[in-house]
């Protein structure tokens, strides 16, 4: 069982900038798609962005030009760097893995993080 864990959440005012991670207990083939999803309260979850192994990046409209994800795959770490934090960044974010990146976008994955909060206020 792939086991995640997130870190670097927390409070930011508006403007603002976290880094978000995600150790990964295995490298295999079910992390070879690796991305990061945010839940608003009283929302839908949505995709924010992802990175295939092999180097391939996708990003959600909303934060694009902002955040900027990477991967260490020789520390099985998924990294998320948001800048220009805004009051409506504010939600749990998750990391999930999949072997497929374009099932991984759109929201399937067996493998979730437990959620980190993040919170953008003044």
């Known amino acids: 069982q792939v086991q995640l864990v997130e870190s670097g959440g927390g409070l930011v005012q508006p403007g603002g900038s976290l880094r978000l991670s995600c150790v990964v207990s295995?490298?295999?083939?079910?992390?070879?798609?690796m991305g990061w999803f945010r839940r608003a309260p009283g929302k839908e979850r949505d995709f924010v962005a992802s990175?295939?192994?092999?180097?391939?990046?996708y990003y959600a409209d909303f934060v694009k030009g902002r955040f900027t994800v990477s991967r260490d795959n020789a520390m099985n770490t998924l990294y998320l760097q948001m800048n220009s934090l805004k009051p409506e960044d504010t939600a749990v974010y998750y990391c999930?893995?999949?072997?497929?990146?374009?099932?991984?976008?759109?929201?399937?994955?067996?493998?979730w993080g437990q959620g980190i909060q993040v919170t953008v206020s003044s």
């Open positions: 295995e490298r295999s083939s079910k992390t070879y798609s």
């Open positions: 999930a893995t999949n072997t497929d990146p374009l099932s991984l976008r759109n929201g399937h994955s067996n493998h």
């Open positions: 990175i295939v192994r092999s180097g391939s990046i």
